[in-house]
């Protein structure tokens, strides 16, 4: 008898504990996001450093080619600049800084040597 005239709380939900499309862990976009393809070198590249990149002196107005290097992660620029063409405009450190054109926007791009190649 002490039930009648008494009411119910309402059961408790686990919020934390529902898994809908809200409470879903975001995807992150981090900076070599979908760089597998344009990092992958050939297994003969592996672990070989080419001195020649590395060594060439550039001069300003020099038109070099951004190549990304996967093996070598220091002073690699953003995916988007992969194979594109600029000119050098000056040495910043043991970087080099190259206008490259992304459109109609002029863009500076500081890049190593081992991710830049020698044009003409």
Do not use: C
């Amino acid at each position: 008898m002490g039930m009648v005239g008494r009411q119910l709380a309402p059961k408790r939900r686990l919020r934390w504990l529902e898994t809908t499309e809200a409470n879903k862990m975001k995807r992150s976009k981090g900076q070599r996001m979908g760089t597998r393809s344009i990092l992958r070198r050939r297994k003969s590249e592996r672990s070989r450093l080419n001195i020649r990149r590395v060594m060439h002196q550039y001069e300003e107005g020099d038109r070099v080619a951004i190549v990304l290097d996967g093996g070598q992660q220091a002073g690699m620029p953003h995916r988007r600049f992969h194979g594109r063409t600029g000119f050098i405009q000056k040495r910043q450190g043991v970087a080099w800084i190259v206008a490259v054109k992304d459109g109609n926007m002029q863009k500076t791009v500081i890049a190593r040597p081992e991710h830049l190649r020698p044009l003409e």
